[in-house]
């Protein structure tokens, strides 16, 4: 009898030292999401297209609705529009991140000052050892004139 407690301690300790590490990676997994999702924001922000390369899946594409009517862009496409060195006048902020195992969503915010705020959603996946985005969907509503801001 006197191992049923000393087994208690162990199952306790264990459970301690699994959640502890199950924390460690889940922290780690987030980090490296939130890696690849600044690796976008920046790089565009920068006009990086290398950080583009580096965030983006090869098979990379964007979605958006213009009339009514889906609009796909490749990514290459995109990144060729990034010019090297060329900052763009855009604020990024990551709203939010989910993810499980290999699949994750993120929404992000990217402000672009007197013009327009872009609403971003992101599939990714872990490939190959790496998170990428595979997919990204957007919308966009017009920056507030100055006397719409409260």
Not at 18 to 24: D, L
Not at 44 to 66: C, S
Not at 68 to 83: P, Q
Not at 106 to 131: C, H
Request: hydrophobic share 35%; proline share 5%.
């Amino acid at each position: 009898m006197k191992s049923l407690p000393i087994l208690a301690i162990c199952l306790v300790l264990y459970s301690g030292l699994t959640a502890q590490t199950q924390a460690e990676n889940s922290k780690s997994e987030f980090e490296q999401i939130t890696a690849t999702l600044m690796d976008y924001i920046e790089g565009t922000a920068n006009g990086d297209p290398e950080r583009l390369r580096k965030a983006f899946h090869p098979n990379f594409n964007l979605y958006t609705i213009t009339a009514d009517t889906l609009m796909t862009r490749s990514g290459e496409a995109y990144i060729k529009g990034v010019k090297p060195g060329e900052k763009a006048n855009r604020i990024g902020r990551i709203i939010s991140i989910d993810y499980e195992k290999d699949a994750a969503t993120a929404k992000a915010e990217i402000v672009v000052p007197n013009w327009r705020i872009f609403t971003d959603y992101f599939l990714l996946m872990k490939y190959q050892g790496s998170w990428k985005i595979v997919q990204k969907s957007y919308t966009w509503r017009p920056y507030p004139k100055p006397d719409e801001k409260k």
